[in-house]
């Protein structure tokens, strides 16, 4: 049914702004708007598929995916967060790490209500290291229930490969409290690594209300459209979940943003493997795509300072922007790191202002056009220029090579307000692309976003051979992406990592798969 | 006397210090900081002593975890199975220990034995047996010494024990690695149960404050401090022996244990290539096929931008490292190192290298 309508609409809610974008035939941007990021956020979306929607036809459009980073703001800011019940299932395991172990003082006081660690939880057999102990989640349940707490977190050991006891506990907390609680289960948001995972899903049940706000003015503004269609929102690695799903899983949208922006960027580019440089106005991130997907941090991942476990992706950030301040002192020259942000409109050399910034300096060599007066910049000297113009020039190399796995030369897409920075020829690149909307590449990532499905579990090489443990994980992990919504003959193995477990013998493997495909 | 306490604020220093002196393996010590910072939290500071500020015929007996970092990472600790372990093999010896010692500074077993210590009332020693990481129980200056690893004990988070007699330390090794895949990967073993007087004559000493003091060089030298880096080297003497960017890493498992090789190209761009073997730990690093760093001296990848200590579990492509050998702990250098932990006790047909002075 869906094929008769391929259009899509993707949209994209930052701090600052809301944009959407209406993707027609083979990927085309049929029209895009860029308009400010409300309080509400439902306005912005609203007021974004106005302006996206005017005049065009809307009964070839099938879906719309949202992108945004309201969940991640939440956290940051610790704004909006509810305070949630813990439960973890372990005991006798894991005592000597109380479930508040390793967070700061003050989310701490924001977000833990009332925790418990009862018997229960698996090795990674699959046996049980204890009986679930029903009658310490129903003490804890009634506690939170009890003290106002809207949701509950619960994770066991070794969930992922035996999620049982959460699944089992969920039956337990909603028999004691009926709806009052909701509940996130931790198999359903992270890895492996017990500690990190429940952190994930602490997070996870304290954005509940956060993240269904944001849905339900996804689905009212697409309701007030009048548009008939499946309502998607984009995940850290860029593939896509349900609006249901994602209304329950709020923590896995946390980094979709720059995801987002730089698998759009080579998508409208038409590559799938280049590094991407966005440059903004006070700093530059820079990401490599492999196979169309950002490579991923194998570093453990702080979120407003939790350790969690997430893949996140593997993204460098540095002081250079447009309006990177350049000072003339004792003889040379001091660029950065401070800016003067997005006032670079007003306050830079080039439109009348007394700051001299990086744009200033991109005007008087020709790499910007359309942007202030040159004859404002005509007094600034061949040395300082020589000298500003050779320092951007290493600073966007030494970014490129920091994200390249090897000599092999690769495409550098320059994106964001302060690509100009980014000269023609960079050291190790094959080139320099441009490519068109890229003001809206947030959105457009969203928009061509995909389903997808992984498992992450530990295989015994010795019992089942390496083989077909293998084939089993990714057996598991495509239908994991049909769950997700992929279209079967499309689903392909898009990652496979083997983490051979160190000090045992046995041949015990970690299998980590992911499998993405287009939606059905 | 040279008592000192470890405080809470201690533990991020021997943690950095701890992944350091793991050498690439050990297990990440996050899980142990955060048993330990809990157990010094609930029970106070822990006072640290020399083993000859003790009674030369005081009982000491060590305590460690056993298992996969992987299954640890799931199965925390209890923190019971350690004190359990410790109890039982005191039953069995029919003495108390008047102290307990890491047999393992670097990786998590560093900061285990504090907690454990923390939670019994007992000082810990200021000394351990390998001072990095080794993946085997035999692999001790113990071993070179003649002392035996047995009896010894084996406690899970249940209340399951056992303890063991043994002939010999590969045997001690062979029995509690069987008994740990049946007890769930991640258990509390108690070895090498020692007088004071024998630590002091064959352990190596200090390595606690010595993790602890090469920790906080690292951690100025992530602070970016004028100096660092230079001072980091001159006070460990180690040397950097390469820049590179990790291009290629193969992982297999061969023999039942993991081994994997990294291949790093030179990040100023020329074309020296720098490959480093790995099981568990990092034990042998060639530059163009030349061995340049060999166990048991320590071979430890830090990231080039933050000088964070990086575990062979977390590398991946592209990551951009510094190389540094480290010498090991100078109690090594004794008859019969290079059988027990040299490179061909790790199946390579290779003779030790000296690192330069």
């Not at chain 1, 690509?419 to 490519?435: C, F, K, N, Q, Y």
């Not at chain 2, 209340?159 to 740990?180: D, H, I, K």
């Not at chain 2, 492509?317 to 790790?346: I, K, S, T």
């Amino acid at each position: 049914m869906t094929d008769e309508r391929p259009h899509r609409i993707g949209i994209d809610v930052g701090g600052t702004n809301t944009d959407a974008v209406l993707i027609g035939d083979e990927g085309s941007v049929v029209a895009s708007v860029k308009v400010a990021t409300t309080t509400d956020p439902l306005d912005g979306i609203r007021a974004a598929l106005d302006g996206v929607l005017e005049g065009q036809d809307r009964s070839r459009i099938g879906r719309a995916m949202l992108g945004t980073t309201h969940p991640a703001n939440a956290i940051i800011q610790r704004r909006g967060l509810d305070r949630v019940g813990v439960l973890r299932l372990a005991a006798p395991s894991s005592l000597a790490v109380d479930c508040s172990a390793a967070w700061p003082q003050d989310l701490r006081d924001v977000v833990l209500g009332p925790t418990a660690i009862v018997e229960g939880g698996n090795e990674y057999t699959g046996a049980e290291i204890a009986p679930l102990d029903e009658d310490g989640i129903r003490r804890l349940a009634a506690e939170v229930a009890a003290a106002g707490c809207p949701a509950i977190a619960v994770s066991a050991a070794f969930s992922p490969a035996s999620p049982e006891h959460e699944l089992r506990a969920a039956e337990v907390i909603a028999a004691e409290v009926g709806q009052a609680l909701a509940v996130s289960l931790s198999h359903q948001v992270g890895a492996l690594g017990l500690i990190e995972r429940e952190n994930a899903t602490i997070l996870n049940a304290a954005l509940l209300s956060t993240s269904s706000a944001v849905v339900d003015g996804f689905r009212s503004a697409l309701a007030h459209h009048e548009l008939d269609v499946q309502a998607y929102l984009t995940q850290n690695d860029g593939t896509l979940m349900t609006a249901e799903e994602a209304e329950r899983h709020p923590v896995l949208t946390l980094a979709s943003g720059p995801t987002n922006s730089m698998r759009g960027a080579c998508a409208l580019a038409g590559v799938d493997d280049a590094i991407v440089i966005d440059v903004g106005g006070t700093s530059a991130d820079a990401g490599i795509l492999v196979d169309g997907f950002l490579r991923e941090s194998t570093a453990a991942v702080e979120v407003g300072g939790v350790r969690t476990n997430f893949r996140m992706p593997d993204i460098i950030s540095m002081g250079l922007g447009g309006g990177t301040i350049v000072r003339t002192e004792d003889g040379g020259l001091r660029i950065g790191p401070d800016s003067v942000g997005y006032a670079v409109s007003t306050e830079a050399r080039c439109v009348g202002g007394d700051t001299l910034t990086l744009s200033d300096v991109s005007l008087a060599i020709g790499r910007l056009e359309g942007f202030g007066d040159p004859a404002l910049v005509a007094d600034l000297g061949a040395d300082l220029l020589t000298e500003a113009t050779g320092w951007v020039d290493a600073q966007v190399a030494g970014l490129a090579d920091r994200m390249k796995s090897s000599r092999d030369e690769v495409p550098l897409l320059a994106v964001g307000g302060g690509a100009h920075l980014v000269a023609e020829r960079v050291d190790g690149i094959s080139e320099v692309i441009r490519p068109g909307h890229h003001g809206v590449a947030n959105a457009y990532g969203a928009g061509i976003a995909e389903a997808s499905g992984s498992v992450d579990k530990v295989y015994s090489y010795d019992v089942d051979g390496r083989d077909e443990s293998l084939d089993r994980a990714k057996a598991d992990a495509v239908d994991a992406a049909v769950r997700s919504g992929a279209e079967r003959d499309g689903v392909r193995i898009t990652n496979v990592v083997e983490i051979p477990m160190t000090y045992v013998p046995g041949g015990g493997c970690r299998v980590v798969v992911k499998a993405v495909g287009p939606l059905r | 006397m040279t008592i000192t306490t470890l405080a809470a604020d201690d533990i991020e220093s021997l943690c950095v210090g701890a992944t350091l002196l793991g050498t690439g393996g050990g297990g990440d010590p996050y899980i142990a900081k955060l048993v330990a910072r809990q157990a010094l939290e609930q029970h106070g500071p822990v006072e640290v002593v020399s083993a000859s500020d003790l009674d030369r015929d005081a009982r000491v007996l060590t305590v460690a975890i056993i298992g996969a970092p992987t299954v640890i990472l799931e199965k925390v600790p209890a923190g019971t199975e350690f004190v359990k372990s410790v109890e039982a093999l005191s039953a069995y010896l029919g003495d108390e220990p008047a102290a307990i010692m890491p047999i393992e500074v670097g990786g998590l077993n560093t900061l285990l034995p504090i907690a454990t210590a923390a939670e019994m009332g007992l000082p810990v020693v200021n000394a351990d047996g390998m001072r990095r990481a080794f993946p085997q129980i035999e692999m001790t200056v113990f071993t070179l010494a003649g002392i035996p690893a047995g009896p010894m004990s084996v406690a899970d988070e249940k209340g399951n024990l056992c303890v063991f007699e043994t002939v010999n330390n590969q045997m001690a090794e062979t029995l509690a690695r069987t008994a740990v895949i049946q007890l769930g990967l991640a258990n509390a073993i108690s070895c090498y149960p020692m007088t004071a007087g024998q630590i002091a004559d064959h352990a190596i000493a200090d390595s606690l404050t010595y993790c602890r003091d090469v920790g906080q060089l690292l951690q100025s030298v992530q602070r970016i401090e004028e100096g660092a880096w230079d001072r980091f080297l001159a006070e460990t003497r180690s040397h950097r022996f390469f820049e590179g960017k990790v291009v290629d890493l193969d992982r297999r498992t061969t023999d039942g244990f993991a081994r994997s090789t990294l291949i790093l190209h030179d990040l100023a761009g020329s074309d020296r290539v720098m490959r480093i073997e790995v099981q568990n730990e990092n034990l042998i690093a060639y530059v163009d096929d030349e061995p340049v760093i060999t166990t048991p001296d320590l071979i430890c990848l830090l990231d080039h931008e933050t000088y964070e200590p990086l575990t062979t579990e977390a590398i991946a492509y592209g990551n951009r490292c510094h190389v540094v050998g480290m010498p090991c702990a100078p109690e090594w250098h004794q008859d019969g190192v290079v059988d027990l932990v040299g490179p061909v006790a790790f199946g390579y047909d290779l003779d030790p290298v000296e690192l330069p002075r």
